[in-house]
Structure formats: C-alpha cells, structure tokens
C-alpha cells in the first residue's frame, strides 16, 4: 500500500468511528422516541446504516492491520513498479491515459489508480517508457505504448 492510500483509509476509519458513529447513535435515539419500532422507518434506516458502517470499520481495521506501506523512493526509477505513475497510449485508438499502481484497495480507476492485480498493471511491471505490450483484458486483447513512466 502506498502512504498516501494508507493515510486516506486511516482517515476514513478515524471519521467512520468518531463521526459516523455518533450520528448514527443520535438517529437510532431519534427514532426511538417516536414510539412503535416495528414500522418506524426512521428506526430501520439508521440500523441498516450502523449496520454498514460497523462493517465497514470492521473491513478497515483488517486492511490497515495487515497493510505493508511501500516507500515509492526506494523504487527503480528505469523500470516500473509498484506506485509508478505510467502514462500510455492506446495504439487501436490513439487514446492516452495516466495511470498510478496501487494496492487493491487503493484503487480507484475514476481517478487512475489501478490495483496491482488489474491485468494492465500486471502487464506493465518491470516495463520502461518505449516498451510496445499486449495483455488480456475481460473486454479483449490491447495494445499500449508506454510514453512516460514517474514516482
């Protein structure tokens, strides 16, 4: 895991557990003042999100736990690795795009990080900037030119 992944996960479980908890405990009291639990929607809602959030914080407390933080420094600045910043370029459509490797739960491809595991990053591990690769995907065979490679 990255320290910045690291740091935004331990932020998440920092306000699940003082925030979230919180308003989630003052909605079930909320509800309960209004009487009868059993068709209490307010009641309901407010369970089914503590419910979320516990496993949520649950889910958290696991992946932080067990979290190896990679220093991107120590990586090899020729080849890429993991936490590279990779930028390629579609060679079926033309299409560039910047990608960051991450671990699998960092990842966000909305924003450009890919999980380590993705079949992209898997392909570009141990490549340089010029290298021509082709991987598989769910959606079919791609080829991509790597163009730039950064930490």
Not at 61 to 74: C, F, M, P, S
């Amino acid at each position: 895991m990255t320290p910045e992944g690291f740091e935004r996960l331990s932020l998440e479980l920092k306000r699940l557990k003082n925030s979230e908890r919180h308003a989630i405990s003052r909605a079930i009291e909320a509800a309960r003042e209004h009487g009868d639990l059993k068709e209490n929607a307010e009641y309901h809602a407010a369970k089914d999100r503590q419910g979320f959030v516990e496993a949520r914080i649950r889910q958290l407390e696991g992946v932080l736990g067990e979290a190896q933080i990679i220093n991107t420094d120590r990586q090899p600045r020729d080849r890429i690795a993991f936490g590279a910043r990779v930028t390629v370029v579609d060679l079926d459509t033309g299409d560039e795009a910047t990608y960051r490797i991450v671990g699998e739960h960092e990842a966000d491809t909305d924003k450009g990080l890919i999980s380590i595991r993705s079949p992209i990053a898997r392909a570009l591990m141990g490549r340089e900037s010029g290298d021509d690769i082709s991987f598989a995907t769910p959606k079919g065979q791609r080829e991509i030119e790597i163009t730039a490679v950064d930490y």
